[in-house]
């Protein structure tokens, strides 16, 4: 059996965590330049405020109800869901992370020991007691029934927090229940063509025959049709390595110098390249864009942007945040106000087969592999860019995002650490 455990509103649920009195309280989180809703409790959902909401537009229902408002602080969440998912290995020997709020438990053979629902309801006490986090759990024999089932125990209280789907009966309600949009793998391009052909629940696209399936989708329609009959047949390890990872961001002021810019790429190129490391990946085709505002009549438009491809795949910051540093200077534009830029990383593998070239300018690689995880390591302990490039800048500059809600990293940075007032 497989279990998922999903950390219901995450990012609010971390927020609240570190700030007393928000228990049954609207909260809400916002975007990139404290932009638009990204998250938000059921209390907020109440009073009529919905994902994507530009927090302009809704700044009356805010005051009005007194919402708790918060700035991303992916550092935080970061922190926290670490610490989420060494609570779960400390009670299952196999889990796997799926994305920052969920996590996947492989619970094969710990039926013969425990009775596995109320297994699953003590570790979902023990993250509560010891992050404050509330989660929800969904056991099946498949990873898309076990997201279903942790849907209606975050819906339905009452479940306990845990919703066992182990019968033919318990999968076909379940199926029944569930909207046809709501089941993973299904995405807006499936549903239309789903409908089309007169499957319109998730019992019914269940309920065709395999052979139906493979005549008019393709494989990973397949999956999702093996995973509702109960066959596990999607491997979450390979989904998370991304296929490209990018790293882009509106700057809070408008952006004209170009020493500015490159520091501001640089920093996306750095952190591109930790991403590729943390999962394992090195990248050989990098691209940088930058863009105007979009909204701004009365200022002179440009946007582009421009792809290299490096002579050997690579994780090395140094070696990706000069080939963006390069694409910069060739695509700047002296007297354009810059609103945007970011850096894409393409053509990703896995770092345990990488070609070499006879032409590699780099000698060192396994010392500059090395280096890099040093850093990491550092990083790790003494908070996010403790050590960086030099050309990344300082904290604060103008291309920085707005962030005048923003927590801080109390299990991060020493400097930010939580204190309490006598």
Known sequence: ????????????????????????????????????????????KAIGLHRGDPIYKVR???????????????????????????????????????????????????????????????VVKKVKL?????????????????K????????????NSVCMIDTDDKRRKA????????????????????????VHTPLELADKKEAWIKSRFSLPMVQTWKELNGISCIDTSEIAGKQSICTSRSFGEKVTDISSLRAAVANFAASSANKLRGQHSVASVVTVFIMSSRFREDLRPYSNS??????????DTIEITKAALQIIDDIYIKGICYKKAGVVLSDIRKNTAVEQNLFDNIKNRPQRFKLMNTIDKLNHRYGIKSIRLAVEGADKEAWHS???HRSGNYISDLNEIMTIQI
């Open 1 to 44: 059996m497989i279990a998922l455990v999903d950390c219901n509103s995450f990012f609010c649920s971390v927020e609240k965590a570190f700030h007393a009195g928000l228990n049954g309280k609207p909260v809400c989180v916002l975007s990139s330049n404290d932009g638009c809703i990204i998250a938000l409790t059921p209390e907020a």
């Open 60 to 122: 009356d229902i805010v005051k009005y109800n007194n919402v708790a408002i918060f700035s991303t602080n992916m550092y935080l969440y970061a922190a926290m869901s670490r610490r989420v998912t060494n609570i779960l290995r400390s009670f299952v020997n196999h889990v796997e992370n799926y994305s920052i709020d969920e996590s996947f438990c492989f619970l094969d053979g710990y039926d013969k020991l425990y009775d596995l629902e109320d297994y699953m309801r003590m």
């Open 130 to 146: 010891y992050t404050d986090i509330p989660v929800s759990v969904g056991i099946a024999q498949s990873r898309t029934l076990a």
């Open 148 to 159: 279903m089932g942790s849907k209606f125990a975050k819906n339905y209280k009452g479940y």
């Open 175 to 198: 199926l029944s229940m569930m909207e046809l949009s709501d089941v993973w793998g299904i995405g807006r391009r499936t549903l239309p063509k789903l409908e089309y052909y007169g």
């Open 306 to 315: 421009l792809t290299v491809t490096l002579p050997v795949p690579t994780s």
């Open 402 to 404: 707005k962030s005048e």
